[in-house]
Nanobody, 123 residues
């Protein structure tokens, strides 16, 4: 069992930056792949980024490539999402999720989810 808690959301102006954190419980966290997702009002949840167990493999949704960076610190049981050059269309609730496997699932089917953190980007 893994419990995930996101933090770091807030209100930022367009062009600004935020760093989200996903803190996990569980001794085996380092063997889980982790993903970040987001859901804007009235829209379906969408994939943002994912990272393998070691951090050696990452993937991003096209609209965030070059602006967002996912990373992890297994010693701290934490995964980060550094978000730069934020745009109003990045406004959403951001969720982290853990997959009981070394690599992110290509179908984005994760086993554990956090409660989410709100990110609001003003124009």
């Amino acid at each position: 069992q893994v419990q995930l808690v996101e933090s770091g959301g807030g209100l930022v102006q367009a062009g600004g930056s935020l760093r989200l954190s996903c803190a996990a419980s569980g001794r085996t966290f380092s063997s889980y792949a982790v993903g970040w997702f987001r859901q804007a009002p009235g829209k379906e949840r969408e994939f943002v980024a994912a990272i393998s167990w070691s951090g050696g493999s990452t993937s991003y949704e096209d609209s965030v490539k070059g602006r967002f960076t996912i990373s992890r610190d297994n010693a701290r049981h934490t995964v980060y999402l550094q978000m730069n050059s934020l745009k109003p269309e990045d406004t959403a609730v951001y969720y982290c999720a853990a997959h009981d496997g070394l690599l992110p699932p290509p179908t984005h089917e994760y086993d554990y989810w956090g409660q989410g953190t709100q990110v609001t980007v003003s124009s």
